[in-house]
């Protein structure tokens, strides 16, 4: 498995899914708003973006620091989450935008990518494994795969 994992398998369904969500969610006639004042929608979906940037950012950077090491990453964002490149996007960069906009179809995305994500994660999750052993089972016990905070 090289460095990038199943990002571009995820990339793929997730630019198509991208692209149709978006349609449907701007040119549907009755796509919906946010049930609350746009003011908090505002305020709280950047507060999301904010979030899912510096998630998408820190993996990158530990990625780019350590991945030739041959060590688990565990520290950073890695310790709310096993895959915070993903959850950048499925968890906080795209519920954000949805609430920013206050276009809840735009959510729709998040769970598309989603159902992706679980349906090819399971590769790279063997892979880790068969790398890691028991180091990988214990850091599977105790972080979640991708939706932090959530206990």
Do not use: C
Not at 29 to 42: A, C, D, K, L, Q
Not at 77 to 105: C, D, E, H, Q, T
Not at 110 to 139: A, P, T, W
Request: charged fraction near 15%.
């Amino acid at each position: 498995m090289d460095i990038w994992g199943i990002g571009p398998r995820i990339a793929i369904g997730g630019i198509l899914s991208f692209a149709a969500t978006m349609f449907i969610g701007f040119n549907a006639e009755h796509s919906g708003h946010w049930f609350v004042p746009g003011i908090v929608t505002t305020v709280f979906g950047s507060a999301l973006v904010i979030a899912g940037i510096y998630f998408w950012f820190g993996s990158v950077r530990l990625i780019m620091m350590r991945f030739k090491s041959g060590v688990l990453i565990t520290e950073g964002v890695y310790r709310f989450v096993r895959n915070p490149m993903y959850a950048a996007f499925i968890v906080f960069i795209v519920p954000g935008i949805s609430l920013i906009l206050n276009k809840p179809m735009i959510i729709m995305y998040s769970i598309v990518m989603l159902l992706v994500f679980k349906m090819n994660i399971h590769k790279e999750e063997q892979y880790l494994k068969q790398r890691f052993g028991l180091v990988y089972q214990d850091y599977m016990a105790k972080v979640k795969q991708i939706i932090p905070f959530v206990w």
